[in-house]
């Protein structure tokens, strides 16, 4: 004779099978996060990109500014260097300028009052692109000999170009937004006409004349 087996206890005691997270949700979790991924590492790397253009393009302008100082200055007068590279870094915009003689003195200079204390090898720099730092500011110096000897230093500022940056960037994700503004107002459908147009139905002849009034009938005559 085989035990009797309470089924009450037995689905008791067998172990239910744990609930699970839907795989639908996992695949959505899981593109969510990669495109979260790659959103944040693409930002990153034209940021890095823009800023890098930004950056060679102030260099080259610098540069050029530089060389085509360096040229005045052959036949500029001594008295006139100082009021021409004041002049010169107002209209250019850029951080400083300085004329430095060929044993390092510096001859003129834009810095408010004296000029800062700087390497002498640095100022008698005239090819290489460095990053230097004056009065605890970084600056990027650009250098440009002249055919005398003499050397014209052009500083830029890295803030300036990361505010130049950051303004891109605004303006890009205002111009995306509009964009996509107007892509979802296009792609946006025309509510449908309720009801007929009733003027462009089929007209109908027109309504007929009213009947002419009968004339009224002679009264009868009288016989006499």
Do not use: C
Not at 69 to 83: G, K
Request: net charge negative; no cysteine.
């Amino acid at each position: 004779m085989k035990p009797m087996i309470n089924e009450t206890e037995t689905a008791a005691s067998s172990p239910r099978p744990a609930a699970r997270f839907p795989l639908v949700w996992k695949i959505s979790l899981l593109v969510g996060l990669t495109l979260t991924i790659s959103s944040v590492v693409m930002g990153l790397v034209q940021n890095r990109y823009f800023a890098s253009i930004l950056e060679q393009e102030a260099r080259g302008r610098a540069k050029a500014i530089a060389t085509t100082l360096a040229s005045a200055l052959v036949e500029m007068p001594d008295s006139a260097v100082a009021s021409t590279v004041q002049a010169v870094k107002k209209d250019a915009g850029v951080a400083y300028i300085e004329v430095v003689a060929a044993n390092g003195a510096i001859l003129a200079h834009t810095f408010e009052g004296k000029a800062p204390i700087q390497q002498n090898s640095q100022l008698r720099e005239g090819e290489k692109v460095n990053e230097v730092v004056l009065d605890g500011v970084s600056f990027i110096d650009v250098p440009a000999t002249v055919i005398t000897g003499t050397l014209v230093h052009v500083g830029l500022d890295p803030a300036v170009i990361r505010a130049r940056l950051q303004e891109a960037q605004t303006q890009l994700a205002a111009i995306d937004l509009r964009l996509q503004s107007t892509a979802r107002a296009e792609a946006k459908p025309e509510p449908a006409t309720v009801g007929l147009d009733l003027s462009k139905l089929p007209q109908g002849s027109d309504p007929a004349p009213p009947p002419e009034p009968l004339p009224a009938d002679d009264p009868p005559a009288v016989v006499r």
